[in-house]
């Protein structure tokens, strides 16, 4: 955390500043953007090195208000990258720095957010406003910082990127509602289907060939399933519209199979700080999150937030307690990734096409925010647990699938967008009991309004 400036020492800096900009701009090589240039950057995921603090967020940079800002730690290097989302020709890049500036810097592109090109670079840098003729292609855009110019970090109003290419669509905006954001998520409750020695994942078309399944969700899913076959099939879940398949390894107490009873619950929330730049799935993605082989500290560290087993006052642990009080069940959640690689609905591993925020953010190779799935699963067990296991093995080699195959892409559009994107804890139809006055996604019926 930087230090606190006083206001006799921001309106100096600001007078400073002031002054320094003018001596900037008059000393630039201004030029005028290209009629055929645009702003490329606006409202573009950015990341950063590091965030000053929570109201200095790298999206501060790139979202056109001239009010808000991002600001680092008071450390070197440094640095801010805005993704474009595809390809692009770069001709200008504006830095509106705040009091605390770069002195040396440079602006660079890449074309996959891990090799990078210089198109300018400076050590007498003086703040204020610079516009930077430059010349270079790529996704990425970034300032690097190497020597800051004050005591304190780098800090930018504005960050902007001009020239031609780019995403072509529109980002999703950030929300203007006024109500606090505690929750961004929705309930899909699914209840049990089957049980069954199958993968149509890791083994498509090979019935029985994997250790033992619980199925919800979709009520056809076998070794066989395809995108079609989901899509014509029926679902167990509370909302019509989500066919998707779910599965996990079954829980044993001894040689006896526990079945797990009523609806169980898997989130979709957001796994990114920017929550309403989540995008919905696209129809046919799958993968499988978690591993059979991981160890009990792999399993406990796991990126994302895992919350491992549960069960009456027990919590917090690793593998299925020795033993829960009578009359409680174990629980297990577990987060998935929630990065795409934007590109891949599978990959041979099932896991590279998908990857965790780093930072709240996601990274370069998976550019795309989608759902992050939280599966909580209820198995009735209680008393002496000392033999229990998963059909995978120990506790720790929890693990689940998804096949994402809901029936209407509106229908999730619109349950991200209400619930996801605009910061509400919502039922399976989309309605937060806490917020009333926010309404609900889909009708009574599950339907679009």
Known sequence: MQPSRSPSMLRLGLIASTLVAMVVVSLALIGPVSAVDSLLSQGRPASASSVEGGGYSPSAAVDGD????????????????????????????????????????????????????????????????????????????????????????????????????????????????????????????????????????????????????????????????????????????????DKSAYWFPSFYKGDQLIQPVGDQVIYYKSGILEYWRVVPFPQGLRYVAGSTTATQDQFRTAPGAVEGFECGNVSNVWDIPASCAAGTQVNVRYQAPSCWDGVHLDSADHKSHMAYPAGGYCPSSHPVAVPMLEFKIAFPADGDLSQARLSSGRGYSWHYDFFNAWDNPAILDKLVTHCINGGLQCNPRGYDLYKPHRGAALTENYELP
């Open 66 to 241: 001239p009010g808000t800002r991002w600001s680092s730690a008071a450390a070197d290097p440094q640095w801010l990258q805005v993704d474009l989302g595809g390809t692009a020709t770069i001709s200008q890049v504006v830095l509106s720095w705040e009091g605390a500036y770069g002195k040396a810097f440079k602006i660079q592109t890449s074309a996959d957010g891990s090799s990078w090109a210089d198109v300018y670079s400076t050590t007498t840098g003086g703040g204020g406003t610079q516009t930077l003729n430059v010349s270079g292609t790529g996704r990425y855009v970034r300032m690097y910082g190497t020597a800051r110019g004050t005591g304190y970090g780098y800090s930018l109003w504005e960050f902007k990127v001009y020239g031609s290419g780019g995403s072509g669509t529109t980002p999703r905006p950030k929300p203007t509602f006024t109500d606090e954001v505690t929750h961004h998520e929705f309930q899909a409750n699914c209840s049990w289907t089957a049980n069954k020695p199958d993968d149509p994942i890791v083994y498509p078309g090979m019935p029985g060939a994997s250790h033992m399944h619980t199925f919800v969700g979709n009520t056809t899913t076998n070794a066989g399933s395809t995108l079609s076959s989901l899509l014509a099939g029926g679902t167990s879940c509370t909302n019509p519209h």
